[in-house]
């Protein structure tokens, strides 16, 4: 098993930005990928941002330019720093974590963007 736990999410106007991170835990895999992905009411979950353990990165192109995502290994934390937000970016982002094996994912934390 393999515990996420996000935070990091809240309120802020466009043109702010956030940080979001994700703590995993458990029985975590050398070789995974975590994510970003999100989900507006209304809306499928969509991707936002992918890093492999070694560091290779993919992103929506709906973002490119705005987030980065980065992860610290050791300490099994994955960040996405979200800059120019938009209030089209408003949603719930959920950290994922998948391995050969399985896949998890954590419960979700809030970012609601204001005109």
Known sequence: QVQLVE??????????????????????????TMGWYR????KQRELVATITSGGITNRADSVKGRFTISRDNPKN????????????DTAVYYCSYSDIYHNYWGQGTQVTVSS
């Open 7 to 32: 935070s990091g999410g809240g309120l802020v106007q466009a043109g702010g930005s956030l940080r979001l991170s994700c703590a995993a835990s458990g029985s975590i895999f050398r070789i995974n």
């Open 39 to 42: 989900q507006a009411p209304g």
């Open 77 to 88: 934390t994955l960040y996405l720093q979200m800059n120019s937000l938009k209030p089209e």
